[in-house]
């Protein structure tokens, strides 16, 4: 089933500093592209011509919380490049950085990852001596794994003209890597994360014209749970692709990634690159490069070709380039190897005959980086440019169909984006559906994009939010939520394992073999008992919301680890007394991560169909309520107000099941609870 992201509501708490994440170290750290273990295996039976896919849903459905949902293609405006700084690999890095923001005629500014501040005052005195502008290069302190910053991510998305970040799995066993979208977004770019549920690396995605999207058939090897047209359902929600297009991967003996970035790139909406493997290259790879040449020109493309062979292990590509706005930075391999002049000439004159007279070469030498199946498109992501004089502004919490309760406080969010600095952000409500707004909540707050909102003495079904964003220049924008909420005179009552464990509430469980134990069984991990058999004080350790430290933090049941084959799955039991048709909204929450960015999955059990669910009625493997992959405390917050006698039967029993999507690791539990509003009951 579709992994069903459309009830989702996912927030990473604001400490992230108290998280299972390793003490940054400023040891060289040089890991190959390709992942521990090796590439998935080549299908024998994949297709050796690209093919499209159109996702399943229509445009009413929504994506992660409202709004457009569009990804730039790479061509587009870029206000800069994203780094991680290594000095490994002949300086590739300090080479990008000094050639990008060197010369006073480009303002495009170097974004760099370093893992402390003695690794920034190493990187800034290498990017100076190398001749860099360091007012154009920005720093990021966070921890990483390695310097395969394009796959990892983040993946920049526009939601309604304000920039948001889509979070894609990476490498289990590159935690650190996996983590970075989600710090990037909170701690830096101010933006909001959104756990994608799919397992893809940024090399093997381009966005292209017209909503389209271009990966290579590993991403069925990465998600064999998925089907392709639920896969393009994913790329649909979270970065706007309307049209996915799979194109067979290279074989493994040929490219260790097996990423489209490999061997072909779009240069702009009608012309692209394509590799044109040697004579007595692998057959495969010749006839994978070759068919996809009509296939683009039949899409309207222009194709150009430049060299590409192997040497052993070695993948020699020069499509692995990045473009920032007139300035393209291509490959050479030259300067290392003399013998390869002739195919840095050739590669450079189909470069220059792509993209034509306005724009600029910037080749950089990548013979010292090739050999670990990579090259410099994998390690720098573009930042898009915002162009509008105008800022703007999207109205993320309340978006419409939510009840609150008069005098409880909420979470307002919205994001807000601008060619220069939001500067402050008002907010207003609405009692008549946005006719009107006269109502102030508050006035000249930092663009936070949060606001804790005490709800007024105001009855109405037809509340809505306006969040009016200003820059420094004194321009603005307006946005209100996409729908009507209530606000409504009801009680709320919280249900967690502060009180009645064991006795009005249970959790039980460590691990399942896998999804067809799991499948139609409402208790599929009673056979390991309860928590707090397995370790005395586990309630406990659910009962509130106070762990702040990482993995042996006190505060937080950490499961046992699952045998090998096995995923960590929970089943968590509340007796509800508030009958159904008297509940307004039913909260169900859970905080805590997975052990190494391990994407934990929240369902509901549904009475009726006698299976999981995502309380919207879509049932089975991967029809999760809300998901998170994190290595800090994460939220998996699902809100139930339609059908409720499905999810609580006549005794009063709800039944909600947090269920791992990798094997063998463990789940770090923190709160859990449920909280009903309720109006005219007994």
Known sequence: MLRNTLALTILALSSLTGSALAVPQDQEVLLPRWREGGTPPDDPNQKLVP????????????????????????????????????????????ACVAALTGSPAYDEKAYVVVSSAAQQTTAANAFAAAGADLSKVVFFIEPTDSVWLRDYGPHFVWQSNTLTIADSHYYPTRPLDNFIPTLLANNHYVVPPYPMGLYYSGGNFQPGPNRSGFITSLINSDNPDLSNTQIADLYRLYQGIDTLHIMPRLPSTVDGTGHIDMWMYLVDDHTCI??????????????VTDNA????????????????????????????????????????????????????AAAAAAWQAAAGPGVTLVPINCYNIIPSAGAIHCIVMQVPRYTDPNPSVHVLNPDGGEAFA??????????????????????????????????????????????????????????????????????????????????TRTRRKVYDFGTGAGVNKWAWGASTTAWSAVNGVRYPATASTEIEVLKPGAYAQIASSNATGGDADANRYVSPIPA??????????????????????????????????????????????????????????????????????????????????????????????????????????DYVSVATLYKNCP
């Open 51 to 94: 093919f499209s896919v159109k996702p399943s849903l229509g445009a009413a459905d929504m994506p992660p919380t409202s709004g457009l949902i569009a990804s730039p293609p790479e061509y587009s405006p870029c206000d800069g490049v994203i780094f991680r700084y290594t000095t490994g690999y002949g300086n590739v890095v300090v």
């Open 564 to 669: 090998s084959g096995s995923e960590s799955t929970h089943v968590f039991e509340f007796l509800i007394a508030e009958a159904p048709s008297c509940i307004v909204d039913l909260e169900l929450l859970w905080e805590g991560y997975g052990d190494d960015c391990l994407q934990m999955e929240l369902y509901v059990w549904d009475n009726v169909a006698n299976n999981w669910s995502d309380a919207k009625g879509v049932l089975g493997a991967n029809a999760y309520a809300a998901n998170y992959s994190g290595n800090a405390d994460g939220r998996l917050e699902v809100h139930i107000r339609q059908n409720l006698a499905n999810y609580i039967d006549a005794n009063g029993r709800l039944t909600f099941m947090l269920y791992a999507e990798r094997a063998t690791q463990e789940s770090f539990c």
């Open 293 to 344: 040449v009509p296939y683009m020109q039949a899409l309207g493309f222009n194709v150009y070709r430049t060299p590409a062979w192997n040497v052993g292990s070695t993948h020699y590509t020069y499509t692995n380039a990045f473009r920032v706005n007139n300035r393209i930075f291509t490959i050479s391999y030259a300067s290392g190897n003399p013998a390869y002049a002739a195919d840095d």
């Open 406 to 487: 008069m005098a409880q406080t909420y979470d307002l969010q919205w994001s807000a984006t601008d060619d220069e600095t939001v500067s402050s952000v008002d907010l207003f409500y609405s009692t008549d559906g946005g006719a009107t707004y006269p109502f102030l909540i508050a006035a000249g707050l930092p663009d936070t994009g949060h606001y804790s909102w005490k709800i007024p003495l105001k009855s109405t079904p037809n509340a809505k939010v306006r969040a009016v964003a200003y820059d420094n220049l004194g321009n603005s924008a307006t946005a209100d939520s996409t729908a009507n909420f209530e606000m």
């Open 274 to 287: 394509i590799s044109q493997f040697k004579a007595g290259s692998n057959p495969t790879a010749i006839q």
